[in-house]
């Protein structure tokens, strides 16, 4: 069985363009680990089935939600529990790290021009450059 290569988040992120376009870079059991492109207003939505994991690693991000903001800058982390309304915003522009069960939309129960289909970014190949 060939053994998964690593993965360079910011390379990935490099390639990816378009904000608000996950790319999936990892799994943990049934957990997807997710790198994101950030920049504007995403759609305000929930997710009625899971709580969802942001870790900001490069840039700013915002949660905005009914109890109140949550300014996060790179190497904070929040956890927005399953079934709170949450628009995460970026007028800065940001990276982000979600980690969220495999079936998770990214607009949730709020499907948008933003939803986005899974994608799965494979690992470099273990000894290659
Ligand atoms: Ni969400």
Do not use: C
């Not at 990816?16 to 680990?33: A, F, I, L, M």
């Not at 305000?44 to 915002?62: A, K, M, Y």
């Not at 996060?72 to 995460?88: D, N, R, T």
């Amino acid at each position: 069985m060939e053994r998964p290569g690593s993965v360079d988040l910011m390379a990935v992120v490099n390639t990816v363009h378009e904000p608000w376009s996950p790319r999936t870079v990892g799994t943990v059991n049934d957990y997807d680990v997710r790198v994101v492109r950030a920049h504007g207003e995403f759609t305000r939505h929930s997710h009625p089935e899971t709580d969802e994991f942001f870790l900001v690693l490069t840039g700013s991000l915002t949660i905005r939600m009914d109890a109140g903001d949550v300014a996060l800058s790179a190497g904070e982390i929040y956890i927005v529990p399953k079934g709170v309304e949450h628009q995460p915003v970026s007028p800065e522009g940001g990276t982000i790290l979600l980690i969220e069960p495999t079936a998770t939309v990214n607009t949730g129960d709020t499907p948008s021009e933003l939803t986005a289909e899974r994608r799965v970014v494979r690992g470099r190949p273990t000894g290659s450059p």
